[in-house]
């Protein structure tokens, strides 16, 4: 008799289809997390258009972003075989469960989201929705609809999976233990902010100035000039020193992630060098690591029958685990007739 397998705890996650093309700190800071926990957890992934609605887009735009997205998560390792890819939209719980989590988060704890007031402030009184406020909220219901354990994020999310730990908690206190699971964020240390590439004081952003992100469907021409025109620090010395150095730090972050040595034996290897060294090599090395990736990513973008295949059964893969989890959660609330 072979021991029956354990369920694998849950990881979920999602990025918005906000751009053309992900970024290098997207992918660093959370798309490879999430191609590595397919090992050990039951993963859950979303291209999450209802977010991006709170940014105003085209249909046609967010139509064709969405697809783009998700062949870039297919192109980085995202696994249909083992993970669920899906399109938060085609799932209607997720608005539903926001409702419901709307009633129970206070008004000030919202506005204390330090996201909603940094682009609320940028965009003004006039275009700021209501959408935007509770994006936090729509965040925590992706999350508890999955009853996911762990949530592989950049840094910036911190403070919206501390609302959805919140959430989930006092669920927890009203209704019942169970009626929720806590999640974790999983915040891998040395990539969870990638710097703007000519501002290393402001993270890497789809919003950002095109010159100081590399797209991840750039080509190696522009991506080679992005890396060369990378504002670097007084000096000429390359050592790892990042409130000294931020420049030259993200720099050697970004050389150490792609190709998984220690950043210390990249700066033992640049003693004596330029920095216009490590700019040359560092640019060789993000080309090579993002060809085949940009490559895979147009495979699946030529052939949108498969795309859609594999977005179809993850949205019904999907709906089968939040039907029931937002039944579960209803019920608690008193909707739904046959309840008690
Ligand atoms: P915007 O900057 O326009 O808000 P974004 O680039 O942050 O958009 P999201 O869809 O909001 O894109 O983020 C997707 C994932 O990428 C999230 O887990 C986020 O934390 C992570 N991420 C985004 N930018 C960075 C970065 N510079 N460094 C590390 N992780 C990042
Ligand atoms: N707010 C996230 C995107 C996002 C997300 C999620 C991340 C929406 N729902 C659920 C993790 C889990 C962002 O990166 N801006």
Not at 50 to 67: I, K, Y
């Amino acid at each position: 008799m072979f021991p029956m397998p354990l369920p694998r705890p849950r990881a979920f996650s999602g990025i918005q289809p906000t751009a053309d093309s992900l970024h290098l700190g997207n992918y660093l800071g959370a798309l490879k997390q999430w191609v590595e926990l397919q090992e050990d957890y039951d993963c859950v992934y979303s291209v999450v258009d209802l977010h991006a609605l709170t940014v105003g887009p085209s249909p046609a735009e967010l139509r064709q972003r969405v697809r783009a997205t998700a062949a870039q998560f297919l192109a980085a390792g995202v696994d249909p075989a083992r993970s669920v890819l899906f399109i938060q939209s085609e799932v209607s719980e997720h608005a539903q469960l926001t409702w419901l989590l709307n009633c129970l988060t206070g008004f000030g704890e919202a506005g204390r989201m330090t996201q909603f007031k940094d682009k609320s402030s940028r965009l003004g009184e006039k275009a700021v929705t209501v959408g935007l406020f509770d994006y936090p909220v729509l965040m925590a219901a992706d999350i508890l609809l999955y009853d996911a354990q762990v949530v592989p994020v950049g840094e910036d999310q911190r403070q919206h999976l501390e609302l959805s730990r919140t959430l989930a908690a006092r669920l927890n206190s009203r209704f019942g233990p169970g009626t929720a699971v806590v999640p974790e964020p999983v915040i891998v240390k040395a990539t969870a902010k990638i710097f703007d590439l000519q501002d290393p004081g402001a993270k890497m952003s789809k919003t950002g100035h095109p010159s100081g992100i590399i797209e991840l469907l750039d080509d190696p021409k522009t991506i080679a000039k992005r890396i060369k025109t990378a504002v670097t620090d007084s000096g000429s010395e390359i050592t790892w020193d990042p409130s000294v150095k931020p420049g030259v730090a993200n720099l050697l972050t970004i050389y150490s992630a792609l190709t998984d040595q220690p950043v210390e034996a990249i700066v033992q290897r640049y003693q004596g060098k330029l920095y216009g060294h490590l700019k040359v090599d560092l640019a060789e090395v993000v080309v090579e690591s993002l060809r085949p990736f940009r490559e895979r990513t147009a495979l699946y973008l030529d052939d949108p029958g498969q795309l859609d295949q594999i977005l179809d059964q993850g949205a019904e893969r999907a709906r089968g685990i939040a039907a029931t989890v937002y039944g579960r959660i209803a019920g608690c609330f008193g909707l739904g007739r046959a309840g008690q």
